[in-house]
């Protein structure tokens, strides 16, 4: 079975700093999607960025990009220029290709500091 | 248009009671996951329909779980019974169900609807 894991359960990080969430997955499958969503208080999920494993180039998104490292089984979320609005949960998710449900990992809170 | 939308958003239960949560999924989709959220963890798939059919329902915890959309469109997820642990966000989402690759098919998430079983 797939999994997903994120290692940091909290991080931190000052206003219009950089920072970066880890992400790792196991799979034995060479098609398949990998994503980040946004979970603010109010609980509505936000994709906030997509990868597609058959991709070489790293997907970004305006502040956001990830660095996908495909043999080491990585996918990590950079914000740059973290604003206030950031602050949220951040979840990694794994969808193997032609297949439906989305896998997820436990989460890091981001915290931004004025 | 409108986004997914579930109601209530708040539903407290006595043990033992039977709910219902409602799931809108945006006008067009062909697809409509519920996923189960315990507080402090990521969401867990529950159960998949690709219009009215139910093409997945190996995430349901039990017998107690009961998923439907007999439309095609607007879904309920049934739970009977309810037990303490059945506390949790319970999260809808609707992608479109067409697969260009270059889209990963998103899907989209309503607010959810927090479950307390007491």
């Known amino acids: 079975a797939q999994t997903v894991t994120q290692s940091q359960p909290e991080m931190s990080v000052q206003e219009a700093e950089t920072v970066t969430l880890s992400c790792t997955y196991d799979?034995?499958?060479?098609?398949?999607?990998l994503f980040w969503y946004k979970q603010p208080p109010s609980r509505q999920m936000i994709l906030v960025i997509r990868?597609?494993?058959?991709?070489?180039q790293n997907a970004t998104e305006n502040r956001f990009s990830v660095n996908f490292q495909k043999a080491a089984k990585s996918f990590s979320l950079k914000i740059s220029d973290s604003q206030l609005g950031d602050a949220a949960m951040y979840f990694c998710?794994?969808?193997?290709?032609?297949?439906?449900?989305?896998?997820f990992g436990q989460g890091t809170r981001l915290t931004i500091n004025p | 248009g409108a986004g997914v939308s579930q109601s209530p958003r708040y539903k407290v239960a006595k043990r033992g009671q039977d709910v219902a949560l409602r799931c809108d999924p945006i006008?067009?989709?062909?697809?409509l996951f519920w996923y189960q959220q315990a507080l402090g963890q990521g969401p867990e798939f529950l159960t998949y329909?690709?219009?009215?059919?139910?093409?997945?329902k190996s995430g349901l915890p039990s017998d107690r779980f009961f998923a439907e959309r007999p439309e095609g469109s607007v879904s309920t997820l049934k739970i009977q019974r309810t037990q303490q642990e059945d506390s949790a966000v319970y999260l809808c989402?609707?992608?479109?169900?067409?697969?260009?690759?270059?889209?990963?098919?998103?899907?989209?998430f309503g607010p959810g609807t927090r479950l307390t079983v007491t």
């Open positions: 989402a609707s992608s479109s169900g067409r697969v260009p690759r270059t889209s990963g098919y998103e899907q989209y």
């Open positions: 329909f690709q219009n009215e059919a139910q093409l997945d």
């Open positions: 998710a794994y969808r193997r290709g032609g297949a439906q449900k989305l896998v």
């Open positions: 799979t034995s499958e060479s098609d398949y999607y």
């Open positions: 006008s067009g989709h062909v697809s």
């Open positions: 990868q597609e494993a058959y991709k070489q």
